[in-house]
């Protein structure tokens, strides 16, 4: 037990997003065939007058409270990735997942208005590919990794200048 | 349905607050794809002749193409297609950001505005719910706060806003739409075509997707665009210095506009240079599905306005209110844009109306009174912005310069039409013609909206050609101009499309993998042809002739200094460049396309 490498999660960095949206059209159009940022299961909120983005992501909770808050058993933990995955057969979309996740990271189709949850693109997330390192950063906004090496990740960019 | 359109127009008539939606025809968009074309066609047929471009009957159009919105790096540009009221020719004005795709997730290809509200109002789009809604609260706001009250009012941050300022409003030949704060249609006045249809915004929100024929090629060129932009150096330093980046370029090639355009280069570039530019950055941010991210918000460091910030300012702006009106310093160039943007003018035309003035006040053509007593000289930033506002607000002599240099100068007179900088009464950019460079002369005397550096973009590879020469320039000048017609119809970015290959088979495969349909580079180079024919036609219909194609006097004079010194562009080899120009377009020795062109293009209907 004790041999078991640390899972992998979604971690993002904000301070180093530029805006772009690539991660949501990515993600809408992988799992729906259309771009639509409204469903897309990964959020970039803009402060367009500043320039500034927040990242709204599942974070592969040890204990999610999304799954907790679901009185169906639409949502599991998988314990291989430990994602959170939904079984929409199951799912009566009264969105207390929405409610419970204090992340704000499960969103509500706006085509289906049921709840949308990341599921890793099943181990290789789409969002993370696609999210471009500007060089006026040391690092991508979006990385697929262990705590471990997202702290390592930015530790460097506290030394990157733009010359 | 065919890939990456919505298949939906969306009408608003506002003088009889009339909304409807007709089907994009198909037929049209295979000749004409969508944006500048596909708007340029919808203009041409509807608008009848000799409108007055301020009255009810002008149209504007917002136009998106089919790759809009799609996981094409950079594909989020519309544009705004109207008659201008500074030239009374075709204009046609791009903007990037997040509205553009926003439209599309709304549901609409192409938004026509016609009529005149009654009072001011904004349109409220929320995919099929259209509202006209009361916009008297926000009528004389400045297009920053009017963006922010909006989305208050309609309760989403998240809303895309394109809106004008108090010089739209005010009817000024340099007022701009803006969108997302930092994005702007900026040329030929189209924000005064909105200010007088009462129009102050448009707000859109929607939740409709768009679907691409290929996903999977559409997929794996983002993956590969988005790649090399890594390997390639001016990819890398875009993303880094964004279009500041050029003024080194056109300082050394001399250029630069300077005083007025007096001069090619400027003495104090050091300030004003990308290294100087980017010294201001305080966050790289970027347009909707694009990781060039060249969008710079910068901040004030010194002054009175310390703390202030901005999305830019562009190269433009750096050179128009930086060395052409004798300003070396980025942070009050930064507070003149602050200026421009919050009140929406055109930066380019401000700095130029600027330069015309102060030269009229050195040469006495102007007195004290005549300028309210201002201290006209270069590089006094202080009073160059009290006259921004006397601009927007149209005060004093900020009523005859609203006007744009072309009327100002036909107003005054004595002599002043002569460095008054414009083709056709739209003002140059920031880049000087002459014997330095005979390619944005024909650029600028090519381009149908006026002198303008959008269309056709000779600053490189024009260094490969002998100075101050006609040679090898109406070839140039026609590829460079029909590499950008088919991204400007699909409708994306022409700078990120750079970083991918912009020639005319990777427009061809592009457009091809969202529509679905078959494309070959051929039929790109017929679309190119019939867009730049079509839009003579336009021009021709409003009255536009050979001779309109010219530069100010100024440009024919000789230098004064730098490396041409005593010599000059003529007026002679402008001829020639425009005569080999028309000649490649099929149109005769005065630029009028001849039957057998219009009859191959299918525009003998």
């Known amino acids: 037990m004790d041999n078991k490498p640390e899972k992998k999660h979604l971690f993002a960095d904000g301070a180093v997003c530029i805006g772009c949206h690539e991660c949501e059209i990515v993600c809408s159009i992988s799992y729906f065939g259309e771009v639509n940022p409204r469903r897309a299961r990964i959020r970039v909120d803009e402060n367009t007058r500043q320039g500034t983005a927040e990242i709204i992501h599942c974070r592969q909770c040890v204990k999610p409270a999304c799954v907790k808050a679901c009185s169906t058993g639409a949502l599991s933990q998988d314990t291989a990735m430990g994602r959170v995955v939904i079984d929409y057969d199951k799912c009566t979309g009264c969105l207390d997942c929405v409610k419970g996740c204090p992340f704000h990271a499960i969103f509500i189709d706006v085509r289906t208005k049921l709840p949308l949850v990341c599921d890793l693109c099943g181990g290789d997330p789409l969002c993370v590919q696609f999210c471009h390192r500007h060089p006026a950063h040391s690092h991508a906004a979006l990385h697929f990794a262990t705590g471990e090496e997202f702290k390592t990740i930015k530790r460097i960019t506290q030394n990157h200048e733009v010359k | 349905m065919v890939g990456g359109y919505t298949g939906q127009i969306l009408r608003v008539n506002l003088t009889r607050r009339q909304i409807s939606t007709e089907p994009v025809n198909l037929d049209l968009a295979r000749q004409y794809i969508g944006g500048r074309g596909y708007g340029a066609k919808i203009l041409m047929d509807e608008l009848p002749p000799h409108t007055d471009p301020l009255s009810p009957a002008n149209k504007i159009i917002y136009a998106t193409g089919p790759v809009t919105g799609t996981p094409v790096l950079g594909a ?119 200010g007088s249809k009462n129009l102050k915004a448009i707000v859109v929100r929607g939740s409709r997707g768009i679907r691409v024929a290929d996903q999977p090629s559409v997929m794996s060129m983002l993956r590969e665009t988005i790649d090399r932009t890594d390997t390639m150096k001016p990819a890398v330093a875009r993303m880094l210095y964004g279009s500041p980046l050029t003024l080194d370029s056109t300082n050394l090639f001399g250029i630069l506009p300077t005083l007025n355009y007096k001069y090619g280069q400027f003495e104090g570039t050091a300030q004003i240079d990308a290294a100087a530019f980017r010294k201001k950055v305080v966050q790289d941010t970027s347009c909707f599905g694009c990781t060039i991210g060249c969008t710079k918000v910068t901040r004030i460091a010194t002054g009175d306005h310390r703390g202030e910030e901005i999305g830019g300012p562009e190269n433009e702006t750096n050179g128009l209110l930086g060395a052409n009106i004798g300003i070396a310093s980025m942070d009050e160039i930064i507070y003149l844009n602050i200026l421009c943007d919050s009140l929406g003018l055109d930066t380019i035309g401000v700095g130029n109306v ?72 739209l003002e140059y950019p920031a880049y000087r013609p002459g014997p330095a460079s005979p390619g944005f002369a024909l650029a600028y005397a090519i381009t149908e909206r006026g002198a303008c550096h959008r269309r056709a973009w000779p600053t490189l590879e024009e260094q490969m050609l002998p100075p101050n020469s006609t040679q090898g320039r109406a070839v140039l000048l026609k590829r460079l101009y029909d590499q950008r017609i088919p991204w400007h119809c699909a409708l994306t970015c022409d700078f990120a499309i750079l970083y991918r290959g912009a020639q005319l088979p990777e427009a061809a495969r592009t457009i091809a993998a969202v529509t679905g349909w078959e494309l070959t580079a051929g039929e790109m180079q017929e679309l190119c042809d019939r867009v730049a024919t079509l839009l003579r036609l336009f021009n021709s219909r409003e009255g536009a002739n050979m001779n309109d194609d010219t530069l100010a006097p100024r440009s024919f004079q000789k230098e004064a200094q730098g490396a041409h010194k005593g010599k000059a562009l003529t007026p002679e080899m402008l001829r020639e460049m425009l005569e080999e120009y028309y000649a490649l377009r099929g149109w005769d020795k005065q630029g009028i396309p001849t039957p057998t062109t219009l009859h191959k293009l299918g525009l003998d209907g």
């Not at chain 2, 990037?96 to 938004?111: L, N, R, S, V």
């Not at chain 2, 330069?355 to 053509?365: D, H």
């Not at chain 2, 002599?397 to 056709?424: C, N, P, T, W, Y």
């Open chain 2, 76 to 194: 989020n540009r519309y544009v705004v297609i109207t008659k201008s009221p500074e030239t009374g020719l075709f204009l046609d004005s791009y903007s990037g950001g997040g509205f553009a795709p926003e439209m599309k997730f709304a549901g609409y290809d192409f938004i026509i505005i016609e009529g005149k509200a009654v009072k001011p109002v904004y349109l409220w789009i929320q995919d099929e719910q259209v509202e006209v809604r009361d916009a008297g609260h926000l009528w004389g706001k400045t297009a920053w706060d009017a963006e922010t009250e909006l989305k208050q009012a309609v309760g989403d941050a998240a809303v895309r806003v394109s809106v004008i300022g108090p010089a739209g409003e005010n009817l000024s030949n340099l007022a701009l739409i803006q969108n997302d704060y930092y994005h702007q249609c900026g040329r030929g006045g189209a924000g005064a075509v909105m």
């Open chain 2, 354 to 425: 600027i330069g015309w003035a102060v030269e009229c006040r050195e040469r006495g053509i102007l007195s004290n009174s005549d300028v309210d007593g201002l201290d006209l000289q270069f590089g006094n930033y202080r009073v160059f912005g009290e006259l921004i506002k006397k601009i927007a607000y149209r005060q004093g002599i900020g009523d005859l310069l609203a006007k744009g240099v072309r009327q100002a100068s036909q107003e005054v007179g004595k002599g002043s039409e002569e460095f008054a900088m414009h083709v056709k009464g």
